[in-house]
């Protein structure tokens, strides 16, 4: 109970840190089945729960990548990420590519796709909502009059 208290788990990352700690495959089962019966452990509650928190800094393609590392099967992983919508992705891409662009505001269209764009995309964000959030930014940046 004392790592579930710290943090949500998956079924597998739970096992696998039990298992380590040197409990015996059997316990740890058991312990699994009645930690998931009593409502405790849901993998796709921890899904849904992992896009929530970490979708601000990731896209979808990372979101994915760190639940199947953490154990989550693909359908649960599937249908959390899925709840991550088109728009949503390109708020959270924009609101990165805000802070990146901010660094260095002097910069063309080309030189944002290849520093900023480039990080997106090494975040797991999709080539559109990529170019989406470059080209918003950019366009209110040059809305806005100089000082």
């Not at 729960?49 to 970490?54: A, I, N």
């Not at 805000?98 to 975040?123: C, H, Q, T, W």
Request: with cysteine; glycine share 6%; proline share 3%.
């Amino acid at each position: 109970m004392g790592l579930l208290a710290r943090r949500a788990h998956s079924k597998w990352e739970l096992r696998r840190k039990l298992v380590m700690k040197g409990f015996e495959v059997e316990a740890v089962e058991a312990a699994i089945a009645k930690l998931a019966d009593l409502g405790y452990l849901n993998d796709s509650a921890f899904a849904h729960s992992l896009v929530r928190r970490r979708g601000a800094l990731r896209g979808p393609l990372a979101l994915s990548a760190e639940l199947a590392a953490k154990g989550v099967g693909r359908l649960d992983a599937a249908a959390a990420v899925a709840e991550f919508g088109p728009e949503a992705q390109v708020a959270s891409a924009t609101r990165l590519a805000e802070r990146l662009f901010a660094k260095n505001p002097a910069m063309s269209y080309r030189e944002m796709l290849d520093r900023v764009g480039a990080k997106l995309i090494r975040r797991g964000f999709p080539v559109a909502v990529v170019t989406a959030a470059c080209r918003s930014v950019l366009a209110t940046a040059a809305q806005q009059p100089e000082d």
